[in-house]
């Protein structure tokens, strides 16, 4: 009875017809399922939650934006630009080096196959010269084969390392140029959670684009040696065959994978919520033990970590299905058909002599090894496709941010904004972002007809006029939402101007100190001259002297012992009191000396004597205050107010007895 004969008798016993329809019906069953996993990315429903995972963090689709297409490729080729900016940069000398190392073990991995067959050859000849020759051979290689693997691992290690400090350097240095960070958070609402995008997102595309260009390209290579060496050993037969498995199984696992690229993106993004849930946590904390909010807070960390959950077991369920298939066709079933067309050839049965028989099983060998290495290429290049799929998702995200960043760096942003209504009951009207103009003139704040609008549209004081001339100070007063906060944000160039003209100094020379001053990390020195280093003190010909001095103004002297010097490192927001971080605030204040400063209830903390006695100083030095405050003990301090009523109409006049009613 031949072989096939055989195959053909086992194959029509009732246990293999048993077990291949169970098989068919299993692979069946999977593919449904995945099938089924493809609508992951429309909802899912929880506790009466509908999550949306079509939705990123910026609102648009995850359907739209990640797939392996040609916007993919096109985002992809302009985020390559970044990380191998030159050709003879280092990252191109890495991707040389793990290139050379890429093709340098494929003929390692043939000189193995080689040498293994050789050595079992001798093993089956029973000749004992030729078996230690070529064991010792291949002891003596060991070196060289251990220092090309290890030297691979070190190029792709170092190459994911710069290509994510050039990212990140790209990436940081937009995204804290000029008031952009403040932009993306505040301004436009097509990205949450930045920090999710620059740290981790970006740490996984760089990891996932190296990963895929040596998965990709080491299949690549050795299935073009591999074929090369067996169409010269057996012909062109079964590498054909093989070639045309990979067509068909990658078009089929290429098809079933396209949900992963979305998955991949929403759970980026449901990370990126359920850490930013922790960190406001943290942020707000004294706030909420005062409330007693832990159940509350806990049930909104518990909505964000179970909506995560809940996406990642639908991931976890879509991989396991896809990893069924993915092993069947990409694996197992590309061995079988190895197995099969190299085996062809030697089924026939022929007379051999004892030599010619010796000659044979070394073929075999030989080219068994490398049609079973080619199947294995094929499999790895296969399954490349589910890294591609994935490396479509962080693509997506890292896309987006560089979009956000070029529109936000040209003074464009985008936010959901509606027609708007004027608070005194006027017509709706679409106002556009920057449709005003910014002058820069020293010695003097004017408003001429400009509107003061929030972000979201609402129109706070339809137009608004008034100027400030250096030496006159303004106390600025209305109750809560009257738009104090926005005017002193459109001086501050935070916010655009929606109409009409704004003259003022340039931003050097405008310093705003709030409620509650933020404290940087570093020295005591560090607090008083933010945002300067101390070499840039020194260059404005400041010394420890002269900050002494400056401390001395607000009456804080002690805290240079107290702390140790100026060196001290401490974390000033826990250490310092309300009162001692407002004081801070003045010191650096009076060591800038801008034209303008605009004080927002920054003294709120502070005893009316220690706030009168800065207040003095300020106007000894040439410093004109714009003042929020609701003491009344200040308006001695200025010679104007300007009083918002919250219903948009404004009052800008000098300080005369009858109106400190406004103070109240």
Wanted: one cysteine or more.
């Amino acid at each position: 009875m031949t072989v096939f004969s055989k195959l053909s008798a086992i194959s029509q016993s009732r246990d293999a017809r048993l077990f291949g329809a169970t098989s068919l019906a299993a692979i069946l069953y999977w593919l449904y399922c995945i099938n089924k996993a493809q609508g992951l990315g429309r909802k899912v429903s929880k506790d009466g939650v509908q999550i949306i995972l079509g939705q990123s963090g910026g609102g648009g689709s995850d359907k739209r934006k990640a797939q392996v297409n040609g916007e993919f490729f096109k985002s992809l080729k302009g985020i390559l630009k970044i990380l191998v900016p030159r050709i003879w940069s280092a990252e191109a000398g890495y991707l040389s080096l793990v290139a050379m190392t890429l093709i340098t073990r494929s003929m390692c991995d043939i000189w193995m196959i080689h040498n293994g067959t050789l050595i079992e050859s001798s093993i089956i000849s029973k000749d004992l010269n030729q078996f230690l020759q070529y064991l010792m051979e291949l002891m003596l290689a060991m070196p060289a084969i251990s220092l090309v693997n290890n030297v691979l691992k070190f190029g792709l290690n170092e190459l994911k390392l710069r290509f994510r400090t050039r990212l990140s350097n790209h990436l940081y240095e937009h995204y804290l140029k000029g008031f952009t960070y403040y932009k993306m958070n505040n301004l436009d609402n097509r990205i949450c959670n930045a920090d999710q995008l620059l740290t981790q997102d970006v740490e996984k595309f760089c990891d996932s684009v190296v990963e895929l260009y040596s998965n990709i390209s080491k299949p690549i290579l050795d299935i073009l040696i591999y074929v090369q060496k067996l169409t010269q050993a057996i012909g062109g037969q079964a590498p054909s065959v093989m070639i045309l498995y990979l067509l068909m199984s990658g078009t089929l696992l290429t098809h079933l994978r396209r949900p992963i690229s979305r998955l991949t993106v929403t759970e980026q993004r449901l990370e990126g919520e359920f850490r930013f849930v922790n960190s406001r946590l943290i942020t707000n904390s004294e706030e909420v033990a005062f409330y007693q909010g832990n159940k509350r807070e806990k049930k909104n960390i518990d909505t964000s970590f179970n909506r995560l959950v809940n996406h990642l077991r639908c991931f976890i369920t879509f991989r396991f299905n896809m990893g069924f298939i993915d092993n069947i066709i990409a694996k197992y079933l590309a061995t079988c058909v190895g197995f099969s067309v190299v085996a062809y050839p030697y089924l026939t049965p022929t007379r051999l002599s004892h030599s010619e028989y010796k000659i044979r099983m070394q073929d075999y060998y030989r080219s068994g090894r490398m049609l079973v290495k080619l199947a294995e290429a094929i499999g790895r290049l296969v399954l490349a496709g589910r890294e591609l799929t994935r490396l479509a998702g962080f693509t997506a995200r890292v896309q987006e941010l560089l979009t956000v960043l070029k529109d936000l760096n040209t003074g464009t942003y985008q936010r959901t904004m509606v027609e708007n209504r004027i608070p005194n009951g006027g017509l709706k009207q679409r106002l556009i972002p920057g449709a005003g103009k910014v002058v820069n003139e020293d010695n003097v704040i004017r408003f001429e007809n400009v509107p003061l609008v929030t972000p979201n549209g609402d129109v706070l004081v339809k137009e608004l006029n008034f100027e400030v001339r250096s030496g006159m100070n303004v106390l600025v007063c209305g109750p809560n939402g009257c738009g104090k906060s926005s005017l002193f944000r459109i001086l501050g160039e935070l916010w655009p101007v929606f109409g009409g003209c704004v003259t003022k100094p340039s931003a050097g020379k405008l310093f705003y100190i709030p409620q509650r001053p933020y404290m940087t990390l570093g020295s005591l020195r560090d607090q008083v001259i933010y945002p300067d280093s101390e070499s840039d003190m020194r260059q404005r010909g400041f010394s420890d002297i002269d900050l002494r001095e400056l401390l001395g103004r607000v009456q804080l002297k002690h805290i240079l012992e107290r702390e140790q010097g100026w060196n001290a490192v401490a974390d000033w927001m826990d250490l310092l009191s309300g009162g001692e971080k407002q004081r801070i605030a003045m010191a650096r204040l009076f060591y800038h000396k801008p034209q303008f400063a605009i004080l927002d209830e920054c003294t709120s903390a502070v005893s009316v004597d220690v706030e009168d006695a800065m207040y003095q100083y300020c106007r000894e030095v040439g410093i004109t205050l714009f003042t929020v405050s609701h003491r009344k003990s200040l308006w001695k301090h200025h010679e104007y107010y300007l009083h918002m009523d919250g219903r948009g109409s404004f009052e800008y006049k000098p300080i005369q007895a009858d109106t400190q009613e406004f103070g109240s």
